[in-house]
């Protein structure tokens, strides 16, 4: 299921916006912090997760080029800020909350446009959540790959992937191993895509 794409913004939309640059390793929001700026992402990488009083962390999303982060926020309060890292160097255009909530009561295009993509977040995950219980690891982390490189080259950690999949690092690393192994990807400073059309195979396969 495809994510949206920038040439569905208004371009009314992406005027209000100002350039920011986040630096790896630096959160964009804090959970302390009341939301009062949302983002259009650009370029890099942020994940969302949570962690559990038992001790376990959850990664609920990476999101990437023309996602966007703090989007509810324009209809609903929310009480419970997740916690975010930037993965990847990210250049955003950031909004303010209250003059874009104020837009989008004034411009129905951009309101259908967040109602669109708000509506297509909730079906990736829900397909997501379908997808871990009915097929391989495999399958799954082709899809994974496919969706998260950049110009052929993918670089998230082997942890992060374990923990947003539910599953144990030495599986995720097993099945690198034999993408690897098989021509698929090679192993450089992350992994470069060797062969596309046979990791689309696997993607779409049907175990």
Not at 70 to 81: V, Y
Not at 107 to 128: G, P, T
Request: with cysteine; charged share 30%.
């Amino acid at each position: 299921m495809k994510k949206n794409h920038i040439c569905e913004i208004p371009e009314s939309l992406i005027v209000l916006g100002t350039e920011s640059r986040f630096l790896k390793g630096k959160n964009i929001f804090k959970t302390s912090e009341k939301i009062s700026h949302c983002y259009l992402i650009l370029s890099g990488m942020v994940k969302i997760y949570i962690d559990h009083e038992n001790g376990r962390r959850s990664i609920l999303d990476f999101v990437g080029k023309f996602d966007w982060l703090g989007e509810l926020s324009l209809f609903c309060n929310e009480n419970f800020i997740k916690e975010n890292k930037v993965v990847e160097e990210a250049v955003c255009l950031e909004f303010d909350l209250e003059e874009l909530k104020n837009f989008c009561k004034k411009d129905a295009q951009a309101s259908f446009y967040f109602a669109s993509y708000i509506s297509n977040k909730l079906m990736v995950r829900s397909y997501r959540m379908s997808e871990y219980m009915n097929y391989s690891l495999e399958k799954r982390l082709a899809s994974f790959i496919l969706s998260y490189q950049q110009d052929g080259r993918y670089y998230i950690s082997h942890t992060d992937v374990s923990e947003y999949m539910n599953t144990s690092y030495r599986h995720i690393l097993f099945v690198m191993k034999k993408f690897c192994d098989d021509g698929i990807l090679k192993k450089d400073d992350g992994y470069i895509i060797a062969d596309f059309k046979r990791l689309e195979e696997i993607s779409t396969s049907a175990v």
